[in-house]
């Protein structure tokens, strides 16, 4: 295990996608989304899957230098053509605009077309949150969650992220996944040679499995209800964008890199202080969130009582001292991927 120094990793990161035409603004996007999320511990979305984001841009999958177009339907709606850019690139751009228009009419609504993998969903509702909006992200990816009851996947693990300003301390944030755990948790329980927990996959035959090796299709979160929530997620995504549902997407890993996705996204901003004062929303949250943390923590739990995004700021404070840990196998993958680059510059 090494631990990587962020403000460094960062630019490496930046210039390893420039070399490779990638342009300025998607590139600082992507080094952004990927560093951020490893610094508050979502690794499956993090710094790990930038040999990944390199590889498909070698191959064609990824646009380096993509003609985004924007279109604004209504006062309060757009949409975007992302021409196969970075998906962290194509939704920085859409919760732009939706921030836009929520502060000229209250609310702004963007749907993504044409986009690829966008990371972590919270790097574009924390965008909104910050600059004082309640943002949502949502995405839809290719099928890996098993159909209720059924033997095979048909939607995505698609992703519904909520953010919310908070006084005093970075924003609320729910950031999860329709099913009970990401596919790249999966893999990364793969590539360490460990189990994962039971309940979290299944086979092709849609029997539950440990070995991540047999995994197939995901569990999706809350039986049912996790299920129609992905169900919800393709709808405001692949329907309202008039892209493929989930079903219909080539796989993120097992396509070939030269197939492009067209994954589809979707985006919100409210403006707060169109229905009460933004300080107001802010230290009433704060009050709520603060009221939660003080219940008493039930005999025999191992940790105190949080609400959404704790874990998060809690990682973020500790890796920002002691830096991004990685596993010394992906360590040697990114270094393939930064030519001229030696572990003494990025490690501790």
């Known amino acids: 295990m090494v631990c990587l120094d962020s403000a460094l990793l960062r630019d490496l990161l930046r210039g390893?996608?420039?070399?490779?035409?990638?342009?300025?603004?998607?590139?600082?996007?992507?080094?952004?989304?990927?560093?951020?999320?490893?610094?508050?511990?979502?690794?499956?979305?993090?710094?790990?899957?930038?040999?990944?984001?390199?590889?498909?841009?070698e191959g064609g999958r990824i646009n380096a230098k993509p003609d985004i177009r924007i279109s604004r339907t209504a006062a309060s709606v757009?949409?975007?053509?992302?021409?196969?850019?970075?998906?962290?690139?194509?939704?920085?751009?859409?919760?732009?605009?939706?921030?836009?228009?929520?502060?000229?009419?209250?609310?702004?609504?963007?749907?993504?077309?044409?986009?690829?993998?966008?990371?972590?969903?919270?790097?574009?509702?924390?965008?909104?949150?910050?600059?004082?909006?309640?943002?949502?992200?949502?995405?839809?990816?290719?099928?890996?969650?098993?159909?209720?009851?059924?033997?095979?996947?048909?939607?995505?693990?698609?992703?519904?992220?909520?953010?919310?300003?908070?006084?005093?301390?970075e924003p609320f944030c729910l950031d999860m996944a329709t099913s009970l755990a990401a596919w790249n948790k999966v893999k990364n329980a793969r590539t360490v040679g460990s189990a994962i927990p039971h309940g979290w996959a299944f086979d092709e035959r849609g029997l539950g499995v440990t070995d991540p090796h047999q995994a197939r299709s995901l569990a999706p979160l809350g039986g049912y209800k996790g299920f129609d929530l992905?169900?919800?997620?393709?709808?405001?995504?692949?329907?309202?964008?008039?892209?493929?549902?989930?079903?219909?997407?080539?796989?993120?890993?097992?396509?070939?890199?030269?197939?492009?996705?067209?994954?589809?996204?979707?985006?919100?901003?409210?403006?707060?202080?169109?229905?009460?004062?933004?300080?107001?929303f802010t230290n009433r949250l704060r009050e709520m969130a603060t009221r939660v943390r003080a219940t008493p923590a039930m005999e025999g739990a191992d940790d105190v009582v949080m609400v959404a995004g704790d874990p998060e700021k809690r990682c973020y404070a500790v890796r920002m001292v002691e830096g991004i840990p990685m596993a010394d196998e992906r360590f040697a993958e990114l270094l393939e991927v930064l030519p001229g680059v030696a572990a003494a510059q990025v490690s501790g």
């Open 230 to 280: 992905g169900m919800m997620v393709d709808i405001l995504c692949a329907l309202l964008a008039n892209g493929p549902m989930s079903k219909d997407i080539p796989p993120m890993f097992d396509a070939p890199l030269s197939t492009r996705r067209r994954i589809s996204h979707f985006f919100v901003a409210l403006d707060i202080s169109k229905f009460v004062p933004l300080d107001v």
């Open 78 to 169: 757009a949409t975007v053509d992302a021409d196969h850019a970075f998906g962290h690139h194509a939704g920085a751009v859409a919760i732009d605009a939706a921030v836009g228009m929520a502060l000229e009419t209250g609310i702004g609504a963007v749907s993504v077309a044409n986009s690829s993998h966008f990371g972590a969903a919270a790097y574009f509702a924390l965008r909104a949150a910050r600059a004082g909006y309640l943002g949502m992200a949502f995405c839809n990816a290719d099928a890996l969650v098993k159909v209720y009851n059924g033997r095979s996947s048909f939607f995505g693990t698609n992703p519904i992220c909520f953010c919310a300003p908070l006084s005093g301390e």
């Open 16 to 57: 390893g996608l420039t070399i490779r035409g990638v342009e300025h603004a998607a590139a600082g996007h992507v080094a952004d989304s990927l560093v951020e999320t490893s610094l508050r511990g979502v690794d499956s979305h993090g710094v790990n899957l930038y040999p990944h984001y390199c590889r498909a841009v």
